[in-house]
């Protein structure tokens, strides 16, 4: 099989698991709640199940609302995804002008 | 995988600290060790961290109704074995307790413990053991990644077990209780991630196939073997 055809299959599988994953789990979510985070279900279950402890430290900067907290989130993503792509490309390029002379 | 700020009695965080320190040491000096000595990889050294540093920030919808975030931290650890994705991971965390507050300061030992630590070498292994196996160099990579995103889950699932038993069914009981709301969410995710780490793989196997010989992680071509 071509190169090409392998990663669009493999593109496709992806999207496919993420999408049935997405359908079966829509099937499940508490409407109120959509798809909640693992993490705030298990802080959620922590504080029923030992309802006396408390917390002894708090964060030290909460984002004010859901919007800031998404937006610092695609920060995360955006200065990965930047480095990322900078760094396959210098490879790339590195590559390309290392073949000629491949013997080095 | 994320706990909270604060949620970790004193002790618990304390002690997660103390182990997890001497990892994240060992795992910066060897970042240092690999960008000094050999300046050609640090690009790829770049690409696993951001790797994680991208997949760490999404959420992704599960078949239990919640959602989770991969790790991608099984990449670094096949290319550049574990320590390196100690040091790594904690970039990621402390980006994440002091920006987003998710884990947290507190936390941070124990939440280290079980992506940066763990999850690595979980993922390691498995790439270790398909080798020794000799299966396709793919499934090699799927499993690393998957398996260190799945493992990671397991064991935040044991550091809240063991810090809140269940008052009736004691510690293993609450531990099958964490491992009900982290591992099954994470099993697509982790498949998510394994497929995605075998298409970043195929890719840097095209344009980083020296570095990747190099770091002995895809077979070097003949002639080079035969020196």
Do not use: C
């Not at chain 1, 693992?38 to 984002?63: C, G, K, M, N």
């Not at chain 2, 920030?57 to 550049?80: E, R």
């Not at chain 2, 080798?131 to 799927?142: D, P, V, Y």
Request: glycine share 10%; net charge neutral; hydrophobic share 50%.
């Amino acid at each position: 099989m071509k190169k090409a055809t392998i990663n669009i299959l493999l593109a496709v599988a992806l999207v496919l698991v993420a999408a049935i994953s997405y359908l079966i789990g829509g099937l499940r979510t508490d409407p109120e709640d959509g798809f909640a985070g693992t993490d705030s279900l298990a802080t959620r279950h922590i504080q029923a199940a030992h309802p006396d402890y408390v917390p002894w430290a708090q964060p030290l900067f909460q984002p004010s609302s859901s919007e800031v907290e998404s937006g610092l989130f695609a920060l995360q993503a955006a200065l990965g995804g930047t480095v990322l792509g900078f760094t396959i490309g210098r490879l790339s390029a590195r590559r390309r002008s290392a073949q000629p002379s491949d013997e080095a | 995988m994320h706990i909270a700020e604060g949620f970790l009695p004193v002790g618990h965080a304390v002690a997660w600290f103390v182990v997890a320190t001497p990892f994240v040491v060992h795992g910066a000096r060897a970042v240092i060790r690999q960008s000094r000595e050999h300046p050609e990889s640090r690009l790829l050294l770049a690409a696993a961290g951001a790797f994680t540093f991208v997949l760490s920030s999404i959420k992704l919808p599960s078949i239990t109704g919640s959602s989770s975030h991969p790790t991608g931290t099984g990449l670094g650890a096949v290319l550049f074995r574990p320590p390196v994705m100690a040091f790594l991971s904690t970039i990621v965390l402390l980006f994440q307790a002091l920006l987003l507050a998710h884990g947290g300061i507190t936390t941070l030992g124990a939440n280290v413990f079980s992506m940066g630590i763990a999850g690595p070498w979980v993922g390691y292994s498995l790439w270790k053991l398909s080798n020794a196996l000799s299966w396709n160099r793919h499934l090699g990579i799927f499993a690393a990644l998957a398996g260190a995103d799945l493992a990671t889950y397991v064991v935040t699932s044991f550091q809240l077990g063991l810090a809140f038993p269940d008052p009736v069914s004691g510690v293993w009981g609450s531990v099958v209780k964490f491992l009900g709301i982290f591992a099954l969410s994470q099993v697509p995710l982790a498949v998510i991630e394994g497929i995605l780490g075998v298409l970043v793989f195929r890719l840097l196997s095209d344009v980083a196939k020296p570095e990747l010989e190099r770091l002995g992680v895809v077979a070097a071509e003949p002639e080079t073997v035969a020196a």
